[in-house]
Structure formats: structure tokens, C-alpha cells
T-cell receptor
């Protein structure tokens, strides 16, 4: 059964303190790994798609990387506006586009 | 704004009542998904349409739940005889067919009292 586990569940950083969020996955035939950002009371906002091990993508202070077993979301010099829940999801081999999500990491960045 | 639109944003209903939610996907997207999210958890897949055909339903989708996508455009999700355990955020997403990212709406927050 496809499964996604994110760690830590919660992370508190000072503004400017870089860190990484982990997403471990088991899936039969990975077709894509997705990162989303979710603000309280809102729907997930798409950030990145990674398709194969070794791939990296960047957007502003965020960088996502992928291995055969896990993905990392690196946050460099975060700002308070980066505070949100970050969700990782995988799409398996079924080709339906169905996503299996982890439980998320809630990030709080203090000024 | 041409994103995914969901209505209503919030719904409070009494236990036993029926509720219906609507989702308008991004116009050129032929795939539409419904997910349910409870507090502190990631979204859980409920069902999926490609055009007007409902191609997959989760075990989570009991007989009280039904979804439609007439003419392959907007979709509705109906919950009959609501229970307190149905309280959650119901999220709709749409995408192009293939290995493409899904875009989510803002969700409908259901509270069953």
C-alpha cells in the first residue's frame, strides 16, 4: 500500500534559521512527488513536482530534492510569511492522478 | 480568477440532514478529484472523475456519499443523513490527464451539529 510519512510534525524556526522538512514514501511505481503549501482554512497551494531521483527544483527560499525513498524541502533563511503547513504527496502507478498525502509539517517562523 | 472554485465555503448542518457541495474546476482540466481533510491530517482521496466518468471511489466513500460531474464540467458532492464524523474540510482539485499537478480549491468546511 502506498504510504507517505512526514517529519517533523511541527517545526519552529527563528527568522533566517535554515532547515529541512522530510518526506519518506513507499509507492509502487512513482509517477510523481508533489509538495504543497497550506495556510489555515485554505486549500493546498501547489509548489513543486519531482519525477525522478536526483531531481531538484527551487522557488524563492524553497528547494525540493528527491531520492528513491524520500524527499526533502529545504528552507533557506525563512521569513515569517513562510509559516504554513507543508504537505507532501505521491502519485503511484495507477495513472489516475490520485494523490496519497502525508500528514504535513507545520512550520512556524518567528521574527 | 480562473482557479478551482468551491461553494459554499462553510456549511453548518444538523445531524441527519443532507448537504450538497459544488466544485467548478479550471476550465481546460478534464480530471476532477474530491478529497476530505480533518484537522492535523493530510487530505484523503475520496473520488475521481475523468470528464463525466467517475473512475475511482475510495473505501472511505460510504453509501451516503454520492458525486456527479454532468457534462464533464462542474461537480457536486452530496452527503445524505449527515453524521458528526462527516465534519471535515472537503477539497476539490482538478488537473489535466497524465502526470500533471493538481490544483486545489479553497475547500468547503462542513460542521455537523
Amino acid at each position: 500500500e502506498d504510504q507517505v510519512t512526514q517529519s517533523p510534525e511541527a517545526l519552529r524556526l527563528q527568522e533566517g534559521e535554515s532547515s529541512s522538512l522530510n518526506c519518506s514514501y513507499t509507492v509502487s511505481g512513482l509517477r510523481g512527488l508533489f509538495w504543497y503549501r497550506q495556510d489555515p482554512g485554505k486549500g493546498p497551494e501547489f509548489l513543486f513536482t519531482l519525477y525522478s531521483a536526483g531531481e531538484e527544483k527551487e522557488k524563492e527560499r524553497l528547494k525540493a530534492t528527491l531520492t528513491k525513498k524520500e524527499s526533502f524541502l529545504h528552507i533557506t533563511a525563512p521569513k515569517p510569511e513562510d509559516s504554513a503547513t507543508y504537505l507532501c504527496a505521491v502519485q503511484g502507478a495507477s495513472n489516475t492522478g490520485k494523490l496519497i498525502f502525508g500528514q504535513g509539517t507545520t512550520l512556524q517562523v518567528k521574527p | 480568477d480562473t482557479g478551482v472554485s468551491q461553494n459554499p465555503r462553510h456549511k453548518i448542518t444538523k445531524r441527519g440532514q443532507n448537504v450538497t457541495f459544488r466544485c467548478d474546476p479550471i476550465s481546460e482540466h478534464n480530471r476532477l478529484y474530491w478529497y476530505r481533510q480533518t484537522l492535523g491530517q493530510g487530505p484523503e482521496f475520496l473520488t475521481y472523475f475523468q470528464n463525466e466518468a467517475q473512475l475511482e471511489k475510495s473505501r472511505l466513500l460510504s453509501d451516503r456519499f454520492s458525486a456527479e460531474r454532468p457534462k464533464g464540467s462542474f461537480s457536486t458532492l452530496e452527503i445524505q443523513r449527515t453524521e458528526q464524523g462527516d465534519s471535515a474540510m472537503y477539497l476539490c482539485a482538478s488537473s489535466l490527464a497524465g502526470d500533471h499537478e493538481a490544483f486545489f480549491g479553497q475547500g468547503t468546511r462542513l460542521t455537523v451539529v
